[in-house]
């Protein structure tokens, strides 16, 4: 532990300070006497009032990450500074966030007002002031008239809220969410997502959210940190992740993606572009991510999403890419069809299309068809597996 | 079998009525077998008897109940017993709920150990336990009395607090203290406001036990008493020459607080719906 930077950290004239930074951390747990990294060097800032998603499966480091940031855990190296300020050492209960459980963690032997004026009584704010606080949160989060109920007596969604009035009472700098919506069902959750990005619209304070949920990341965030086996695959708004994802992980992780591995037969635009050869059954051109170096010879994967893809029996327009194939699978859908196709670049690809008519689908099981899309809309991730 | 129909709705419930009456029937029979023998100490808390022996039955008085604090002897065992079961009550609930606490909450080295220490202290048969406290007594050159009686009480009444706790300290959630640190509580707020509430059914049920246990010990009391007598050891020694009724007085009132306390511990943990969830 270094004591040379004070205070606040960085005073760059004309750049905020980010509410929450990580830099070079590391976690390393030990389990059986053998060290089990669990976060393996992760940096990112979060910007004052954005709503960021931790987003990744089970076991991928993110809520490890969380409690680093809480105080729960301390980092075996590197450094968590909130609002420029290293709080290494700091213990939860001095540092300015706070969190929302999995489990809700709500305190069973107190009534729903004292759970919620539980924070603000230890800082010791004035009794009329806490009333007027916790009156305010309780309407925020809609329990209006539930303050003297036991948590034993609330539903699940309703616990859930008391826990999030309970740690936003206290206006954190930043608020901690650890897969809070979790134990809820599926309609239920759908309608806490919508007020949660409600509440956080409304109160302003920075949210770090973590959840194994895409949809959920997706439909909330302003930015997501897709994490896997402790490191950060990508981070970028949920437009970026969903578009161009940077890995062959974060393409499957999130959204129906389809691979795609050929030879590089040439590279053009100063190795911005690709083009693939699969002979004369096919021809595919895709945008090379910068950092991302290719030679002609090597092969390369790239990913493409399957409402981008159109599927027809005519070969594609010059400039779109198309791939040949024959249909091994139609499935209704309602909004859509899927379509299952073996393409003779070698790879099973999945189409969906809009069912904008009720017209018939565009092919049957068994059809030889051309599969085209705009080159844009692919994205070069690497040489493959 | 020929006929496979379902039998009548009306006919349905005869059987499952029959049945329902020998289970009355045996749980009566169970409950008479565990009442009876208190049924017989109360009944003959009443009787008016004349000779040593108090046990055929003469006829109802209240005269034991008046004369209850006749004997010196009797009064000081009772006495003894109380301050005894409160003092190792009170010393056995407060160290058993911090080893329980520590035995449930954390892995440490020596842990696995203890767990077992304690159960030992559990299965130990009493008489071993009374004999092998006695020779460490003698050892240690300790009078035997008062404060040996205390020392054996406490001891064997700490593993019964430990385990009890223990138990209520592994079902909780962790991030229910976790909670009140991340809201601003410190070590000391945190076990008052939210730990020790939260573990108190398993506090209050491991100090019923330790009285319990304690009030009515006679084997281990009986090595390391010296002279001092408790309860107990008055009424065993009062039987070669018989038992004063007072003695059945006295457990009746024993009797009646403890029922007391069951019931209203019984009514409490009722009332409140830990585990159940409203929807």
Known sequence: MTETQPAPARDDPGRAVPAIELAGVEKAFRVHGEHVAAVRGVDLEVGQGEFFSLLGPSGCGKTTTLRMIAGFEEPTAGEVR????????????????????????????????????????????????????????????????????????????????????????????????DEPLGALDLKLRQSM????????????????????????????????????EGLIEQLGTPREIYERPATRFVAGFIGTSNLLAGEVGEVTGGG???????????????????????AVGERLELTIRPEKIGIGADEPADGLCGVRGTVTEVVYLGTSTSYNVTTSAGADMVVFQQNATSA????????????????????AIGAPR | MTTRTRPAPARRGTPRRRRVDGLHAYTLLLIGWLILPVAIMIAFGFNDVHGKQNYRWEGFTLRW??????????????VNSLTIALLSTLLSTVAGTLAGLALGRYRFRGGGATGLLLLMAISCPEVVMGASLLSMFVTFGLPRGYLTILLAHVMFSIAFVAVTVRARVVGLDPAVEEAARDLGAGPWTRFRLVTLPMIMPGVVAGALLAFVLSIDDFVITGFTSGATVTFPLWVYGST??????????????????????TAVTARRGARAPDHSRAW
């Open chain 1, 82 to 177: 909130l609002h420029g300020r290293g709080v290494t050492g700091v213990p939860p209960n001095r540092r300015d966030v706070n969190t929302v459980f999995q489990s809700y963690a709500l305190f069973p032997h107190m009534s729903v007002f004292e759970n919620v004026a539980f924070g603000l009584r230890r800082r010791g704010v004035p009794k009329g002031e806490i009333r007027a606080r916790t009156g305010a949160m309780l309407d925020l989060v809609d329990l209006a008239g539930r303050e003297r109920r036991r948590p034993s007596e609330l539903s699940g969604g309703q616990q859930q809220r008391v826990a999030l009035a309970r740690a936003l009472v206290n206006r954190p700098r930043a608020l901690l969410l």
């Open chain 1, 193 to 228: 997502q919508v007020e949660l990005k409600r509440i956080q619209r409304e109160v302003g304070i920075t949210f770090l959210y973590v959840t194994h949920d895409q949809d959920e990341a997706l439909t909330m965030s302003d930015r997501i940190a897709v994490m896997n």
């Open chain 1, 272 to 294: 911005s572009r690709a083009a693939l050869s699969f002979g004369p059954d096919g021809r595919v051109e895709v945008p090379v991510r910068d950092g991302l170096r290719v």
């Open chain 1, 360 to 379: 018939d689908d565009a092919a049957a099981r068994g059809d030889g068809v051309w599969l085209s899309w705009d080159p844009l809309h692919s994205y």
């Open chain 2, 65 to 78: 109940y008046a004369h209850l604090l006749d004997k010196d002897d009797l009064v000081t065992a009772v």
């Open chain 2, 240 to 261: 070669r020459t018989g038992t004063p009724p007072q003695v059945n007085v006295l457990g009746t009132l024993i009797f009646a607080v403890g029922a007391v306390v």
